[in-house]
């Protein structure tokens, strides 16, 4: 039986932080008993950066922040070199949905997370494009882009933070499958809020893109060069996936577990081009140790910087 996340992370206090690495790698993290705790289970867990929700993720009624956690999440980060600090959006949030009324809802429950971000001090939300069933591709696109220009207006003024469309599996109606959808999505919004792309590499390869080979993992950095920028990728969700390539089941694995294989992230983690950008594990916990051994497994593939 798979154990709860705060249950599972919550042993990490006890054991001391691993060795450092060059790159920022790091894990979603329990927000149980207050958002602050999770900075402190990151370190414990070997992260130098990490993701959390600001609220329950299946809840419109969000939990309230106080200015003294806000500035303790700061603090803790400040302390241990953890950073970025990317959230993640409520799950129940679709702004490209038919219903006039759930949108609405969704609208002012993004507006949230914008605010809760910002008061977090957070470099990233990361939100999913959403579903368009019962509507049109073009009537979707245009419900999303609409929707984040209403839920942050007034907000993201000031470049503090940026909001992260991320890929999704594919699934029928959903935005965001294939990345000419997320350069559409992130050209409409250029000069209405700070936007980028977060990258996960389950929904990448059961979409159908190829990240198991070497040469296919070329290409398909390569598409996401042409069409989204390398450079505009400052996360990754680093998933191995339960579920065949080209499937479109969103089923994550443990690194190097499932269908991608080890190999593939060593050539994510190592590649020149992506230096810039966060890796960050949305793995389950099926077993005591699970998540420090998935962020574990993610650091022993950094190879060192070898002085030519």
């Known amino acids: 039986?798979?154990?709860?996340?705060?249950?599972?992370?919550?042993?990490a206090f006890k054991r001391p932080a691993r060795a450092p690495t060059r790159l920022r790698i790091g894990i979603h993290t329990s927000i149980a008993g207050g958002v602050e705790n999770a900075a402190e289970r990151a370190h414990r867990l070997g992260c130098n950066t990490f993701q959390i929700f600001s609220s329950s993720p299946r809840q419109w009624k969000p939990h309230r922040l106080t200015a003294e956690q806000c500035q303790a999440m700061r603090t803790f980060r400040e302390q241990y070199d953890l950073k970025p600090l990317v959230i993640h959006s409520n799950y129940l949030i679709n702004l490209a949905g038919a219903n006039p009324a759930f949108v609405r809802q969704s609208i002012i429950a993004f507006r949230g997370e914008l605010e809760r971000t910002l008061a977090l001090g957070a470099e990233y939300l990361v939100l999913h494009p959403?579903?368009?069933?019962?509507?049109?591709?073009?009537?979707?696109?245009?419900?999303?882009?609409?929707?984040?220009?209403?839920?942050a207006d007034g907000l993201l003024r000031d470049g503090r933070l940026i909001l992260l469309l991320e890929n999704t599996a594919g699934a029928e109606f959903s935005l965001g499958g294939r990345f000419e959808q997320l350069a559409e999505l992130l050209q409409q919004l250029q000069g209405a809020?700070?936007?980028?792309?977060?990258?996960?590499?389950?929904?990448?390869?059961?979409?159908?893109y190829d990240l198991v080979t070497a040469e296919g993992a070329e290409v398909t950095l390569g598409l996401l060069d042409t069409t989204l920028g390398l450079k505009n990728i400052p996360v990754w969700h680093c998933n191995d996936a339960k579920a065949a390539p080209g499937s479109h089941l969103d089923r994550h694995q443990h690194i190097g577990k499932g269908t991608?294989?080890?190999a593939a992230f060593g050539r994510l983690l190592n590649d020149p081009r992506l230096q810039h950008a966060a890796f960050i594990a949305e793995t389950p916990i099926d077993k005591p140790g699970d998540d420090r051994?998935?962020?574990?497994?993610?650091?022993?593939?950094v190879r060192p910087i070898t002085l030519q």
């Not at 709860?4 to 042993?11: H, S």
């Not at 700070?194 to 990448?204: F, K, L």
């Not at 051994?293 to 593939?301: S, T």
């Open 1 to 11: 039986m798979a154990r709860g996340l705060a249950q599972e992370q919550n042993q």
């Open 130 to 151: 959403g579903s368009y069933r019962g509507g049109t591709r073009e009537t979707g696109m245009r419900r999303v882009v609409e929707g984040i220009e209403q839920a």
């Open 193 to 208: 809020v700070p936007a980028a792309a977060c990258i996960d590499t389950c929904h990448v390869h059961v979409s159908g």
């Open 260 to 262: 991608i294989g080890t």
């Open 293 to 301: 051994r998935n962020v574990d497994a993610l650091k022993r593939l």
